[in-house]
């Protein structure tokens, strides 16, 4: 009976699960191409916005990096205001943060620090948020980095 009922369950739930695969493939491909349209009109169909693209245990992005990462802050407003993880670290244990700090972005990291992203974050390994910010040479971020973190202990 229980095979039967797995069965069954398999051929009725087994295109969903492909589809909301596809769905967070097209999420990812979306914002490669910085899609603001489409990446809209995909988490309104459910993409999940905290899909994780891996290639490995190590290698891995979430939706919110790779946004930063192309410069694409419409698109990483987006993703916060439809809950993405903004404190998430990839198997680095860098945190989304810590990439736009490096980039010396300073309206992102302004975004993701408004949004509960950690400014005190470090990976375990001597980097730290300003560390990160310092590596950007930007001194208007490293001085906002370097404020923040002083009046959040």
Known sequence: MKKYFLT????????FLGSAQNLNEELFQSIIKNDKEKVIQLLKNNADVNYVKSKGPWMT????????NNDNFDIAKIL????????????????ALMYAVTKGNKEMSVLLLDNGDDVHANDGKGNTVLSAAKES????????????QKSIK
């Open 137 to 148: 040479g930007n001194k208007e971020l490293i001085n906002y980095i370097y404020e923040k």
């Open 61 to 68: 992005v979430n939706m919110l990096v790779l946004a930063i």
């Open 8 to 15: 069954i369950f398999t051929i009725i739930f087994l295109p």
């Open 80 to 95: 916060i205001a439809n809950k993405v993880k903004v404190n998430w670290k990839d198997g680095f244990q860098t945190s």
